[in-house]
């Protein structure tokens, strides 16, 4: 389709401005723009259908499954919108004075009290705004503690190999050395590899618990243990919290810091690639190092003691988490039956797959699993990526594909709880139908899909001649 | 009590029992007995919907929202048009995520594309990136991008934002590279003072100068960017985006990086967020930009279509040597920021700067009126710091009049260091009975 620009007509537009009730006053000539500058010029009613049409060639939640691993695309309840749209939230500044945003910060001390009391921890800073800016804010709460103690040689973060790009990635963001351990054959943190990295250079260790092969770590409070003892300090990578949302709390499990994507377990719609919030939940003894400014006795902003300074301009994705304490409100203390009811539904289609496809570690999965389509794709050169594609034919927002790494041809899907049994019904219908195809008639699952607006796109020529910009005449 | 689950207790235990569970317990035993929380989380009763309604609104009504707003400072009560709630709020938009499958995705990769070419086009600049978490965030990653093996101190102007200079601290702390500041004088960078530091330091990496600045002057950034090129350091321009509706823009100025804060730009004031990081560069930067990228390229048919691309630069295939970590990003934050851009149109965006520099300078002549002296001579756009015999008596003055007044501030730069200071703000939404009103409060006041 034609792109906005490719619609524009010279002298179109539409009339929002009023015209000027004092004297037109510039700054002086020679600061003026000369530049020409193209933006669409285009009516209302042609915008409007512009982006409906884009809108149709877009696939979320509300269009059908979406089980993508590790994104949790669970239902966005509709009274979160409506709730960080009141104009007593939305208009705020975020300068007015304090005594003037009571309820703000109310809201906001009451989610950290809910959030705490779900991770076990202390405390909680909302000044990160997603995930991984979460994991970059607990690391760097790990160096100030590290560095306040006079141990700035712990210079390097253990992350087990199935871990999300995001973590060592964050690591050397925080200026840390990315040490990779082992899985073991169970797909969880092989010990002794673990206890051979560990040492007086460690600052800590980042964890997915479950991880990402969608599995509990049995051996969690002694790797815990160990890191502790060696001197590090344990982060929590929240990513997948909803799969143990009030049936473990990772404080309890030795866990120091934690950060939790509110789009993921909280509910907040993902936007097609944000904005999130990734507020990180510390124990007591990171709190002098929290980034932000808070306003907990409703009189001043304050900085803690040791502050890290900030990660966002003000307070974070403030909207955001509006919408995350309205889920929390809604949901109460019965937050664990969020848990069970998405390790129900990735179990169940696990069950429902396992004997056509080869699950990677076949044993109770958490809140997704992993299938590892190496052997079938040895023997039909069928890949992942072709099974992925061949759901968009069936109106199935694909799985995550090639991670973890440790697994080869890895399809992660995690269903979440919001899905019902006939929708999980019907996926495993076409992943078995797919199945079918792959070894009657594989060329249609590689040429698949054929009933989206485009086909196969052509990723290598996108990034060999990047044109990443209208070019206008 | 709510809830957002479909199956009933029935279905669930059904499903139990035919994937072979006797219940949820059983279900669970993956999990080590001592890892579970014993009884219950002390959390309150679920709610209702009504009740939740009711309890939420009671916390908005709260907060005070001010019908007539002066204050700037790094968010902008611009005018958001009815078509960015409208199209944004579309479920399409704002259920999907991240566009991993470009096939059923081409909606939100190309929104994205659009956005891109939009913000190269407002900066001047050959490129931009899919967005990044909020203005400071995004400054700290633009002077990142400047980093390389020999250069790696970064020079920060002092007329900035201490709230974005706070940010490429903290980040700086993680990154382990020296920040330095180049001191302020008059309400500008001191020029001096940046020539010697940058000719001193064989390691400079960049200069970061915001546009207008802090105070809202309006600074001679060609004279800056020729200082920082001239010593082989890069220029990077932190701008309001809708002052380049009428301000020569990055490009015209020659800076290497564009990046600000693109809240005007469609988004409400949000209590400080969400907003968007916006970030623009020349096309020889392009391996070095961090974040999603949204590139042009065809199907199998030959048909035009859009995907992630140059992807090598990321956490996902990168992992600890990827250019940022960023995943998530503000991607519905762009989708506002572009339609906003196609509403208002290349006249709107001329307009509407227009309006905000006429206000402005409309309501510092009425301060000035009634002893309300500029601090600084330089040229502004929409913000301004005057002196005020006594701020907090003004600004209480005005809340109780529902205006939100000027940010009272510390200034250096007046003579007189007995009066106070404010900084001001106006936009287009501010009219002339608005600015009057507040010219009024004060005469009584004083």
Redesign the interface.
Same mark, same amino acid.
Request: with cysteine; net charge negative; proline share 3%.
């Given at each position: 389709m034609k792109l906005i620009f490719e619609k524009s007509i010279p002298g179109r537009g539409q009339d929002i401005f009023p015209a000027c009730d004092v004297p037109e006053k510039l700054p002086k000539k020679d600061m003026l723009r000369k530049a020409k500058v193209n933006l669409p010029e285009i009516s209302e009613n042609e915008m409007g259908r512009h982006y409906t049409a884009l809108a149709k060639r877009a696939h979320g939640v509300n269009d059908g499954f979406y089980p993508l691993g590790s994104c949790t695309m669970k239902h966005n309840p509709r009274i979160n919108e409506k709730m960080a749209n009141l104009p007593g939230f939305a208009k705020l500044h975020p300068l007015q004075p304090a005594h003037t945003v009571q309820g703000a910060n109310e809201l906001i001390t009451e989610l950290e009290e809910f959030l705490c009391e779900i991770t076990g921890m202390d405390g909680v800073t909302f000044s990160p705004a997603a995930g991984a800016h979460g994991e970059f804010t607990g690391l760097l709460l790990i160096k100030a503690y590290h560095h306040d103690r006079g141990e700035a040689e712990r210079n390097e973060i253990l992350v087990p190999d199935a871990a999300h790009g995001t973590n060592p990635a964050s690591a050397t963001m925080a200026g840390y050395k990315s040490v990779t351990i082992k899985s073991n054959e169970n797909g969880t943190v092989d010990l002794d590899d673990l206890k051979a990295h560990l040492g007086p250079k460690t600052a800590g260790l980042m964890l997915t618990n479950p991880n990402t092969v969608g599995l509990f770590d049995p051996n969690i409070m002694e790797i815990t243990r160990l890191v502790h003892e060696a001197g590090g300090l344990c982060y929590y990578d929240g990513a997948n919290l909803n799969a143990v949302i009030g049936i473990v709390r990772p404080a309890d499990i030795g866990f120091d810091v934690i950060h939790m994507n509110l789009h993921k377990t909280f509910s907040t719609p993902h936007g097609g690639g944000g904005p999130g919030s990734g507020p990180c939940a510390y124990k007591d003894f990171l709190a002098p190092f929290a980034p932000g400014l808070t306003c907990k006795d409703g009189k001043e902003y304050k900085r803690a003691e040791k502050s890290i300074g900030n990660m966002t301009g003000f307070y974070g994705n403030f909207l955001v988490n509006v919408k995350a304490y309205t889920y929390l409100l809604t949901i109460g203390k019965d937050v664990a039956t969020l848990a069970q009811n998405a390790v129900l539904n990735a179990n169940y289609m696990q069950e429902k797959l396992k004997d056509i496809y080869p699950i990677a570690f076949d044993t109770t999965c958490m809140h997704e699993f992993v299938i590892g389509l190496d052997p079938i794709y040895r023997k039909t050169h069928v890949s992942a990526l072709d099974v992925a594609k061949a759901l968009l034919d069936y109106g199935i927002h694909p799985p995550t594909i090639y991670f973890p790494l440790i697994v080869h041809e890895a399809l992660m899907i995690e269903p979440t709880e919001t899905e019902t049994k006939e929708t999980l019904d019907e996926a495993i219908q076409a992943f078995r139908e797919i199945y079918d195809k792959i070894f009657s008639a594989p060329e249609s699952v590689q040429q698949a899909p054929q009933t989206t607006p485009v086909l196969r796109l052509d990723d290598t020529k996108a990034a060999r001649e990047p044109h990443l910009r209208y070019k206008f005449d | 009590?709510?809830? !957002?689950?479909?199956?009933t207790k029935e279905? =669930?235990l059904k499903?139990?029992k035919? $994937?072979?569970?006797k219940d @949820?317990d059983d279900?669970?035993?993956?999990?080590?007995d001592?890892?579970?929380?014993k009884g219950?989380?002390?959390?309150?009763?679920?709610?209702s919907?009504i009740?939740?309604?009711r309890?939420?609104?009671?916390?908005?009504?709260?907060?005070?929202?001010?019908r007539s707003?002066f204050?700037g400072?790094?968010?902008y009560?611009h005018?958001v048009?009815s078509?960015v709630d409208?199209?944004a709020?579309?479920?399409? !938009?704002?259920?999907?995520?991240?566009?991993? =499958?470009?096939?059923?995705?081409?909606? $939100?990769l190309?929104?994205? @594309?659009?956005y891109?070419?939009?913000i190269?086009?407002?900066t001047?600049m050959?490129?931009?990136n899919?967005?990044l978490?909020?203005?400071?965030?995004a400054a700290a990653e633009a002077c990142w991008m400047c980093k390389d093996r020999k250069h790696s101190t970064i020079y920060v102007s002092g007329a900035i934002?201490e709230?974005?200079l706070?940010?490429i601290?903290?980040?700086s702390?993680?990154?382990?590279n020296k920040v330095e500041i180049i001191p302020a004088k008059d309400g500008v960078t001191d020029k001096d003072a940046l020539k010697k530091a940058l000719e001193a330091d064989d390691e400079a990496a960049c200069f970061l100068m915001q546009y207008p600045n802090f105070f809202g002057v309006?600074e001679d950034a060609e004279e800056l960017c020729k200082i920082t090129q001239g010593a082989g350091a890069k220029f990077i321009m932190y701008c309001q985006p809708l002052a380049?509706?009428?301000?020569?823009?990055p490009?015209?100025i020659g800076a290497d990086i564009a990046v600000g804060?693109g809240q005007p730009l469609g988004l409400?004031?949000?209590?400080?967020?969400?907003?968007l990081g916006f970030l623009s560069t020349k096309e020889e930067n392009?391996r070095m930009i961090p974040g999603?990228?949204?590139?042009?390229?065809?199907?199998?048919?030959g048909?035009?279509?859009?995907?992630l691309?140059?992807?090598?630069r990321?956490?996902?295939?990168?992992?600890?040597?990827?250019s940022?970590?960023?995943?998530?990003?503000?991607?519905?934050?762009a989708?506002r920021a572009?339609?906003y851009?196609?509403?208002?149109?290349?006249?709107?965006?001329e307009?509407?700067a227009?309006?905000c520099?006429?206000?402005a300078?409309?309501m510092a002549e009425e301060l000035d009126k009634i002893g309300m002296k500029l601090c600084f001579k330089g040229?502004?756009?929409n913000e301004f710091a005057t002196t005020c015999p006594d701020a907090d008596k003004l600004?209480k003055a005005l809340?109780d009049k529902g205006i939100?007044g000027g940010?009272k501030f510390s200034c250096c730069g007046c003579d007189d260091a007995k009066e106070d200071c404010i900084l001001w703000c106006c936009t287009?939404l501010n009219?002339?009975?608005d600015?009057d009103e507040v010219i009024a409060v004060a005469k009584e006041v004083f």
């Open positions: - | 009590m709510g809830t !957002f689950i479909p199956n279905e =669930q499903m139990l035919e $994937i072979g569970y @949820f279900l669970f035993k993956v999990i080590p001592a890892a579970k929380v219950e989380l002390k959390l309150p009763e679920g709610l919907e009740e939740v309604d309890k939420v609104q009671g916390l908005a009504n709260k907060n005070v929202v001010f707003i204050r400072a790094g968010a009560n005018y048009p078509a409208a199209i709020n579309k479920e399409e !938009f704002l259920t999907a995520y991240t566009p991993y =499958q470009a096939e059923i995705s081409q909606g $939100i190309q929104s994205i @594309f659009e891109q070419t939009m190269a086009e407002i001047g050959d490129i931009a899919a967005s978490y909020d203005g400071a965030s934002d709230r974005i706070e940010v601290k903290t980040y702390f993680g990154r382990e309006v380049l509706g009428l301000l020569k823009n490009g015209e804060e409400g004031l949000e209590f400080g967020g969400p907003y392009m999603r990228l949204i590139g042009e390229t065809v199907d199998t048919r048909e035009r279509g859009f995907v691309t140059i992807q090598a990321e956490q996902h295939i990168r992992r600890e040597k990827a940022s970590n960023v995943c998530s990003n503000e991607a519905w934050c989708l572009g339609i851009l196609s509403t208002i149109g290349p006249k709107g965006f307009d509407a227009k309006l520099s006429s206000k300078h409309y040229e502004f756009w600004l809340e939100l940010l287009e009219t002339k009975e600015i």
